[in-house]
T-cell receptor, first 112, second 113 residues
């Protein structure tokens, strides 16, 4: 296992289009997190799963955002009707219970 | 409401000297603290952590100190090396039902050869 994997690494999309990102966590990790990072800021929490259950969502996660982790393994984050303000680095992390979270390389989204 | 604060956006240190990065927090429910290092265009990499039951944790060149009464922690890197140049994020965890990391805004460390 080579760590948390995210795909794609970069995505450029036109405003109004939908985008979907994928995250493959470290295989034995039951927790999976999504964060967003903009320039000059630290990562901000979006949502997290324990196995397949989505246990918490940030108020940053508007109705246009949806995340799934259907079988408790990989996860997808979809953004509908993208806006320029959605441009950011989207980070996925995974952890086992009560251990540090390990991050993927991130997906950089640019909305033009 | 910034619950984790890193008040120095940048820091430059001579190679071989000690680098000290500081972090303050406001939420007294935080009970576990982590430092992450981030290179451009990559995700954060876990560096070192400390539980609130300790006041010091050491791992090689990296030592984290925690002062609970002052709600302050610091990361010491000694000796500093050019490869340490990166953005360092302080993060906190804890409180009932709080399973998410709260990050500071980061400090860009530059090691001068």
């Amino acid at each position: 296992d080579t760590g948390v994997s995210q795909d794609p690494r970069h995505k450029i999309t036109k405003r109004g289009q939908n985008v979907t990102f994928r995250c493959d966590p470290i295989s034995e990790h039951n927790r999976l997190y999504w964060y967003r990072q903009t320039l000059g800021q630290g990562p901000e929490f979006l949502t997290y799963f324990q196995n397949e259950a989505q246990l918490e969502k940030s108020r940053l996660l508007s109705d246009r955002f949806s995340a799934e982790r259907p079988k408790g393994s990989f996860s997808t984050l979809e953004i509908q009707r993208t806006e320029q303000g959605d441009s950011a680095m989207y980070l996925c992390a995974s952890s086992q219970l009560d251990t540090e979270a390990f991050f993927g390389q991130g997906t950089r989204l640019t909305v033009v | 409401d910034q619950q984790v604060k890193q008040n120095s956006p940048s820091l430059s240190v001579q190679e071989g000297r000690i680098s000290i990065l500081n972090c303050d927090y406001t939420n007294s429910m935080f009970d576990y603290f982590l430092w992450y290092k981030k290179y451009p265009a990559e995700g954060p990499t876990f560096l070192i952590s400390i539980s609130s039951i300790k006041d010091k944790n050491e791992d090689g060149r990296f030592t984290v100190f925690l002062n609970k009464s002052a709600k302050h922690l610091s990361l010491h890197i000694v000796p500093s090396q050019p490869g340490d140049s990166a953005v360092y994020f302080c993060a906190a965890l804890g409180g009932f039902g709080n399973e998410k990391l709260t990050f500071g805004t980061g400090t860009r460390l530059t090691i001068i050869p």
